[in-house]
Each structure stands twice: as structure tokens, then as C-alpha cells.
């Protein structure tokens, strides 16, 4: 089976439309900022993950201790009407549970993210010179109050309206 001249045709003209959209798409992607952004969700990524780990492994216990052993990931509202011991046995029953302990542990690593990034962004802004503060020129004009006109400050009379000046 034979392609004919126009399907050719056709064909080589969607062929350069999708080299005209890959050739586009690569110098959307190969932009910095594009590239600076995608650095950022990665390292941002694992950032999250080592301070889930702080809260969950260094912080979390401690104040369980201080809070007379209760583990925040474990506290559970059971809205079936049931009664479970724990949250392992309403998630195996398959129980409507509302993970609120679970939830807290997350405002806690967001508190504590948050934290860290104010800290980071402070210490970057004290790595960076601050620019000098600009000398705002002393003006040497004013306006006339009659007419609106500008005119030089150690102008007596308006030169545009001859108005008298203080």
C-alpha cells in the first residue's frame, strides 16, 4: 500500500508542526527559572521528608513522654458508634475514623518547616550585601501655587504668571 503525494504532504507538514512544538516545549524547559523551579520541588521534597522525620522521630517522642506517654499519631475519633482501643483495630474494621492525632502531627511538621525556611531565608538575606541607601537629590524646583507652573525655589515671582511668592 502506497502513501500518495498528498498524504505525504500532510504528513510532513504535521511532522514540522511537532518539530515546531518539540523545538518550543525545549526552550520552555531549558528556561533557568523553569529549571530553578523543578530544583526547588525536589530539594523542597526531600526537605519535607527529613523534617517529618524530626517531628516524627526526635520531637514527637519526647512530648509524648512530657504528655504522660500519649502518642499523637494514634488519637482517633470513632464515628461509626463502635468502640476501638485503637486505630489499627477501627482502620482493620474498616470504621469511619477522623485521624485527628495524625492531623496535629502535620500542623506540627508544618509549624517547624516553616520555621526552618524563615531561618534559611534570613540567614541567605544576611549573606547578601545591602545595597546603599540612594542620596534623594535636593530638589531645586517647586510649584506655584497660582498657577501650577514649576519654577526654581529661590524664585520671588512666577515667571510664567507673575504672581508674588513667599
Known amino acids: ?3 500518495t503525494k498528498k498524504t505525504r504532504e500532510e504528513l510532513e507538514k504535521e511532522l514540522e508542526k ?3 512544538f518539540i523545538s518550543e516545549f525545549k ?3 531549558m528556561r533557568g527559572n523553569v529549571i530553578d523551579l523543578a530544583v526547588g520541588v525536589v530539594i523542597g521534597g526531600a526537605f519535607g521528608a527529613i523534617v517529618n522525620s524530626l517531628v ?4 514527637m517522642p519526647p512530648l509524648s513522654k512530657l504528655t504522660g506517654e500519649v502518642d499523637l499519631s494514634q ?7 463502635k468502640h476501638f482501643n ?3 483495630e477501627a482502620v482493620e474494621a474498616k470504621a469511619p475514623v477522623i485521624t485527628y492525632g495524625v492531623f496535629l502531627n502535620t500542623i506540627i511538621s508544618f509549624l517547624i518547616i516553616a520555621f526552618a ?4 531565608v534570613r540567614f541567605i538575606n544576611k549573606l547578601h550585601p545591602k545595597p546603599a541607601p540612594t542620596d534623594t537629590p535636593t530638589p531645586t524646583t517647586k510649584e506655584c501655587p497660582f498657577c501650577v507652573s514649576t519654577i526654581s525655589l529661590k524664585a520671588t515671582r512666577c515667571p510664567q ?3 508674588q511668592l513667599m
Open 1 to 3: 500500500m502506497s502513501i
Open 18 to 20: 511537532t518539530k515546531g
Open 27 to 29: 526552550q520552555f524547559a
Open 56 to 59: 516524627k522521630d526526635l520531637i
Open 75 to 81: 488519637r482517633f475519633w470513632d464515628l461509626s458508634g
Open 86 to 88: 485503637t486505630l489499627k
Open 117 to 120: 525556611v524563615f531561618m534559611l
Open 161 to 163: 504668571c507673575t504672581s
